[in-house]
């Protein structure tokens, strides 16, 4: 993961949340993991001949906050982090609609015991438009900004069985 790049050279820089999201993938996905083991955390890799063309992480989320909290029968999970390779950016999102697609089956295939269905959560930096519009086709809805989440967006998708 430590050579995973994700960030498109953007004179002057890189967006922040794009430079914290390879920042992760490269020195704390694992650290991040262990501390999420009570979680159930999955980082899934998808690989090609250059190397890691995307990854993301998803583990079960157990919020605090009532706003948060599925109705009965649902489960809960929230899609950490989700990267494309900066090889693969700039290409109409396809690569990222695949890794997207895969998350929320994943989502659904964990959460067993949720015999309704799941939430499938995603935070967005508010600027980050292309992230935004991918979650819109894929039939997430803005949700809420919370203060303590900074400058993070809460998209939602309800994904029934």
Not at 35 to 44: E, I, N, T
Not at 52 to 57: E, L, S
Not at 62 to 86: H, K, M, W
């Amino acid at each position: 993961m430590a050579g995973f790049i994700c960030t498109l050279p953007s004179p002057p820089r890189a967006p922040n949340w794009e430079k914290s999201v390879q920042t992760f993938f490269q020195n704390e996905v694992w650290q991040k993991l262990r501390q999420l083991s009570d979680a159930d955390p999955h980082l899934r890799v998808a690989e090609d001949e250059a190397g890691i063309a995307a990854a993301y992480t998803l583990s079960r989320w157990d919020s605090v906050f009532e706003e948060y909290s599925p109705a009965q029968g649902y489960g809960n999970r929230l899609i950490g982090y989700l990267a494309i390779a900066a090889r693969y950016r700039c290409r109409g999102g396809a690569l990222a609609d695949e890794a997207l697609s895969d998350a929320l089956y994943t989502a659904l295939d964990v959460e067993k015991d949720a015999d309704r269905g799941v939430l499938v959560w995603g935070k967005v930096h508010r600027k980050n438009k292309a992230s935004k519009r991918m979650l819109t086709r894929h039939r997430f809805r803005y949700e809420m900004r919370v203060d303590d989440d900074a400058y993070l967006e809460h998209w939602v998708r309800k994904i029934d069985r």
